[in-house]
């Protein structure tokens, strides 16, 4: 196993004295600043062609998505359906309501990959990060740096907050761009049908992109705790993926009622209210609440175990 340290094969011989004992002391080890390790740990991150590649699908689903629907609409949707959400009973289906409000795309969009490509987005980051060094040698010469393993964790947990980021960013600006091309600005409206001002759009989405990326993050801090303990990023990719599919099935089942809050999709849903006017904030809070606790116990988990293992 190969080590890639920046700093520690550049230590210089120590003269010895004829009794053995070094004349010179060693100079001190330099703390490599943290800015130059998120730095190095970005470029890194999006210089990997499978972050690129799942980066570019990302942004081409919501036009692929849009115009899909626009091309298979059935017959017109009043823009101004006053139902109180969407699905059976409570107004158009989201994706139908897509055609006629520019400002429902994006949401959809985040919504439907917020299931499984955006969460195998991050898990990939979170197994590249540890276990993918790890398996490499790489991970050996952030070592060596030297550079601690808390800060090690930072950094890494830093690079994936940075790729949730800008998957769900990209998502929601790829939706817009391509619901303002097929309904115009003119299209703007709610679920409950008001108009909404190119600025009340651009608050919603702002919020709906800060939900993602903690939500995105809870996910890749979990994957971070199962990559501090394997040297095989995919198996961080099918241990996360296969939780949040686990996760779905269960909350189908009407008998486990008790344990659907504690589970992370639940909290997807609540991106819904977005659309409404006014917004309630009562789900997306509750969603981001979970999220946080998730957050804390992946890292939690990720801290203990890459400080206590061996190497």
Do not use: N
């Amino acid at each position: 196993m190969t080590a890639r340290g920046p700093v520690a094969a550049q230590q210089p011989m120590t003269p010895q004295e004829p009794g053995g004992v070094s004349s010179v002391t060693l100079p001190a080890r330099r703390r490599v600043p943290m800015a130059r390790l998120l730095r190095a740990e970005v470029r890194w991150i999006f210089r990997r062609p499978r972050t690129l590649a799942v980066l570019a699908l990302l942004a081409v689903l919501p036009v692929i998505t849009g115009v899909a629907v626009d091309l298979t609409m059935d017959g017109p949707v009043t823009p101004g359906h006053s139902g109180p959400g969407p699905g059976p009973g409570g107004g158009p289906p989201i994706f139908v309501t897509m055609v006629t409000s520019a400002f429902v795309l994006p949401l959809g969009s985040l919504m439907t990959l917020l299931m499984l490509l955006l969460p195998l987005t991050v898990a990939m980051a979170s197994g590249d990060a540890l276990a993918g060094e790890q398996s490499h040698g790489a991970l050996r010469g952030w070592l060596l740096a030297p550079v601690a393993r808390g800060r090690l964790l930072a950094v890494k947990a830093a690079g994936v907050l940075v790729v949730a980021f800008v998957a769900s960013a990209l998502v929601v600006v790829s939706g817009l761009l391509t619901g303002l091309v097929l309904a115009g600005t003119d299209g703007l409206v709610s679920m409950s049908g008001t108009e909404l001002s190119v600025g009340d759009v651009l608050w919603r989405l702002g919020v709906a992109v800060a939900w993602a990326t903690l939500y995105l993050t809870a996910i890749g801090a979990v994957a971070l705790a199962v990559s501090a303990t394997t040297e095989h990023p995919m198996l961080v990719v099918v241990g996360v993926l296969g939780g949040l599919i686990v996760s779905g099935v269960l909350m189908q089942i009407s008998a486990l009622d008790w344990l659907h809050p504690y589970l992370l999709p639940t909290s997807v849903t609540g991106l819904v209210d977005l659309i409404r006017d006014p917004v309630p904030f009562g789900g997306l809070a509750e969603g981001a609440f979970r999220a946080l606790c998730y957050l804390l116990i992946g890292l939690s988990l990720a801290y203990a175990s890459i400080t206590t293992r061996d190497g």
